[in-house]
């Protein structure tokens, strides 16, 4: 794109030069048009003159006040004795009766003449239009002389002030150039014009999600590997005694340790793979229509073979609803929800998967009556890897994490209720419908600060 001070510096002057040019051919115009009035004027007063003479041959008279740049030429015939008078010695004009003005063309040249009967004389005095084009041109440019000594003066100007103009661009660069690559501080915006801060307050917004995101994932990977240190310790543990062991019922018990340690480390690394692509908040997320309804009978029948080994029932009911939002991620946040559910509420049990709506959205509930979460661990049950005390069933600590990460992305929000037959839990999702504003969205988003749930 090259430089902006050489652009606007170059069309700045191109813009100025073609005023110029404007300029210039309009004073030439003006000028000619001034010209033709004041010298026509002049030849019609001479043809009046030379008519007024009286009995005076044309050679005794002498026209004073005649300038001889304008080159006046005077030309008389006179019927009566077929006689011709010419003030000099050159072609004569063709001889034309009708009084005015016309434009002839004489030995190559245009020439202005005024043709003026008087008695049997027919007088014409003319003028070459060269003349005329001259003094019109030599008056403009004279009218131009300032405007051609001013345009280096004025580039120079220009050079300065558009330099002056763009000197907080270049400090701002500067101060970008001069960062460390891990500065997400903001950007001072005091002194800046008004088109050059939009732009810094656009970069200071960006430099924050960045830090947001960043920040997140420097905790994910920290909590990652501290929370993956103790499952994969213990399959090493195990490893090691089932090769030191002395019998073969030792050795199969140690084995079967090894691969329930397999597997709770495989179920977490599937877990901190989910949450992680869930993150960071700049990513677009592509979303579709999703019936409710269809989505929570179908988790309720995925997950009823799970819930049959405790002797626990899981239903759906919902009238035909729909959200607008990525299909695997809300049907990944139900059956989180549900699988939680199930961990925590005891054998021949009961959970119920409902939707609903009103005035401001669509309410998702996942309903169980088992034991509930304590009061004091609500606010808390949705944070990464965190499990409320007293918790005797396994699990990662990401399952809840992961539910508060998928209602966020579709600008919901998530509250605790009582759960069923006065006890238990009701996790209550609000979802914006498909034709809800965005600030109502926002609105939504903003709701439900206190959580409460179960733990996975």
Excluded at 125 to 150: C, D, E, H, K, W
Excluded at 186 to 211: A, D, H, M
Excluded at 235 to 261: C, N, P
Excluded at 370 to 381: A, L, Q, T, Y
């Amino acid at each position: 794109m090259g430089s902006i001070r050489t652009r606007l510096l170059f069309t700045l002057i191109f813009v100025q030069l073609v005023g110029g040019f404007i300029a210039g051919w309009a004073a030439l115009h003006s000028a000619e048009e001034e010209f033709d009035r004041l010298l026509d004027r002049e030849l019609q007063q001479t043809a009046s003159a030379m008519a007024r003479r009286g009995s005076l041959s044309p050679s005794q008279v002498t026209l004073v006040g005649s300038n001889p740049e304008h080159q006046v030429r005077l030309q008389i015939y006179d019927s009566a004795s077929n006689r011709l008078f010419l003030s000099d010695k050159t072609e004569p004009f063709p001889i034309l009766e009708k009084e005015g003005f016309s434009t002839l063309n004489l030995a190559g040249s245009d020439w202005r003449v005024y043709t003026m009967p008087s008695g049997t004389e027919i007088i014409e005095a003319g003028q070459p239009v060269r003349v005329r084009t001259s003094l019109a041109a030599m008056s403009s440019l004279r009218i131009l002389q300032p405007f051609l000594f001013a345009v280096p003066i004025s580039a120079i100007l220009i050079w300065l002030i558009v330099g002056q103009g763009l000197a907080p661009l270049d400090r701002t660069a500067r101060s970008v150039a001069q960062r460390s690559p891990s500065s997400l501080t903001p950007l001072p915006t005091e002194g800046l014009p008004e088109e050059l801060r939009s732009l810094v307050e656009e970069l200071n917004r960006l430099l924050k999600r960045l830090s947001v995101s960043l920040d997140a994932q420097k905790r994910f990977a920290a909590d990652a590997a501290h929370e993956l240190r103790t499952p994969l310790t213990a399959i090493k543990l195990q490893a090691q005694l089932a090769r030191k062991a002395d019998s073969d019922e030792k050795r199969m018990k140690y084995f079967l340790r090894l691969d329930e340690g397999i597997a709770r480390a495989t179920h977490l690394i599937e877990q901190l793979l989910t949450i992680a692509r869930l993150d960071p908040d700049s990513v677009q997320h592509p979303q579709s229509s999703v019936r409710v309804d269809e989505m929570l009978c179908a988790i309720a029948s995925e997950m009823q073979p799970i819930a049959r080994q405790k002797n626990i029932t899981v239903s759906s009911s919902s009238p035909s609803l729909t959200v607008l939002g990525m299909p695997d991620a809300l049907h990944l946040m139900v059956t989180n929800l549900t699988d939680n559910a199930i961990k925590y509420t005891p054998e021949n049990g009961r959970i119920e998967l409902s939707a609903s709506s009103d005035a401001h959205g669509v309410l998702i509930r996942v309903s169980d009556n088992g034991p509930g979460i304590p009061e004091k661990d609500r606010s808390r049950v949705f944070e990464r890897f965190y499990r409320a005390l007293g918790t005797h069933t396994s699990g990662t600590g990401l399952g809840l994490a992961i539910v508060r990460r998928i209602v966020d992305i579709h600008h919901g929000s998530i509250r605790v209720l009582d759960g069923l037959d006065g006890r238990g839990t009701t996790m209550e999702i609000r979802l914006p419908r498909p034709d809800t504003p965005a600030d109502d969205k926002f609105l939504l988003q903003s709701r439900g600060d206190s959580h409460n749930s179960n733990t996975n």
